[in-house]
């Protein structure tokens, strides 16, 4: 992982980048979602040399989406492929190829592939930040009562048992 943290040029590949596993959403479980962290990773203090911030990239098959969750750190989301929707608050908007979301801190959110391809994005994120949080009942039920609860599949994808 400390190699990875400091590389300065990463490599696609056919299947993704040259040396970054499939990682999170549990690679090959029915999700159908893969995560792959290109530059960065977690890290627990911000002095530790190494990039502060993080690029992941996210592929949901066809039908899939991510979790709907929120956390204290604010990110930006670039789609490279694919057609989908970004809920952010309580709205869902279409979002595809070079479009940009911004979520903001605490901000409920999911993507959810819309199309019959993948639907690929990258996200860019502090390294050091805290870690996904359940939307609350009163997020679910402002979320529900949105335009944004006709697309949003709230419990999908269930949050981590332990804190990865």
């Known amino acids: 992982m400390e190699e990875l943290r400091q590389r300065r040029v990463v490599h696609a590949t056919q299947d993704g980048w040259d040396g970054v596993e499939v990682e999170g959403y549990r690679p090959g479980a029915a999700v159908g979602v893969a995560r792959h ?42 789609i490279r492929c694919g057609e989908g929707y970004a809920i952010v608050g309580d709205s869902a908007s279409p979002v595809g190829a070079n479009d940009v979301v911004y979520v903001a801190p605490l901000e409920i959110h999911q993507f959810v592939n819309r199309g019959s391809e993948p639907f690929g994005f990258y996200c860019i994120v502090d390294a050091c930040r805290d870690f996904a949080q359940e939307p609350s009942e009163e997020d679910l039920a402002r979320l529900n009562a949105s335009p944004a609860g006709a697309v949003a599949k709230p419990f999908a994808v269930p949050m981590p048992s332990k804190r990865t």
């Open 37 to 78: 962290t290109i530059l960065g990773g977690r890290k627990s203090d911000p002095l530790q040399p190494g990039p502060r911030m993080e690029l992941r990239y996210f592929e949901l098959q066809a039908g899939a989406v991510s979790r709907l969750e929120k956390h204290e750190h604010e990110h930006y989301v670039v």
